[in-house]
């Protein structure tokens, strides 16, 4: 098991930064690929960015490249989200996610979200 812990979020005016953390304990030892995803009202669950465990290798969604930058910190088992340039597009719930390798891949593990809120 991986328990997520989200932190971070809050309010923020149009063009304000925020940075959030996940910090992930348990057997994460089994985790290939960090990540943040975000939940709009009324709308789907949708990815933010990724990180691998091992290498670092980044990804990112179209609509925050360039503002958004995830970063990993292995000694303290914590994964950043570093938000710049916010806009009221992005006020959501945002969610770490914990993927691990092998099978397991289909059962990612999830935090309880920190909620982002931009106001124009």
């Known amino acids: 098991q991986v328990r997520l812990v989200e932190s971070g979020g809050g309010l923020v005016q149009a063009g304000g930064s925020l940075r959030l953390s996940c910090s992930a304990s348990?057997?994460?030892?089994?985790?290939?690929?960090m990540g943040w995803y975000r939940q709009a009202p009324g709308k789907q669950r949708e990815l933010v960015a990724t990180?691998?465990?091992?290498?670092?290798?980044?990804n990112y969604a179209d609509s925050v490249k360039g503002r958004f930058t995830i970063s990993g910190d292995n000694a303290k088992n914590t994964v950043y989200l570093q938000m710049n340039n916010l806009k009221p597009e992005d006020t959501a719930v945002y969610y770490c996610?914990?993927?691990?390798?092998?099978?397991?891949?289909?059962?990612?593990?999830w935090g309880q979200g920190t909620q982002v809120t931009v106001s124009s």
């Open positions: 990180i691998t465990s091992v290498g670092g290798s980044t």
């Open positions: 348990g057997n994460i030892f089994t985790i290939s690929v």
């Open positions: 996610n914990a993927r691990p390798s092998g099978s397991a891949r289909y059962y990612p593990y």
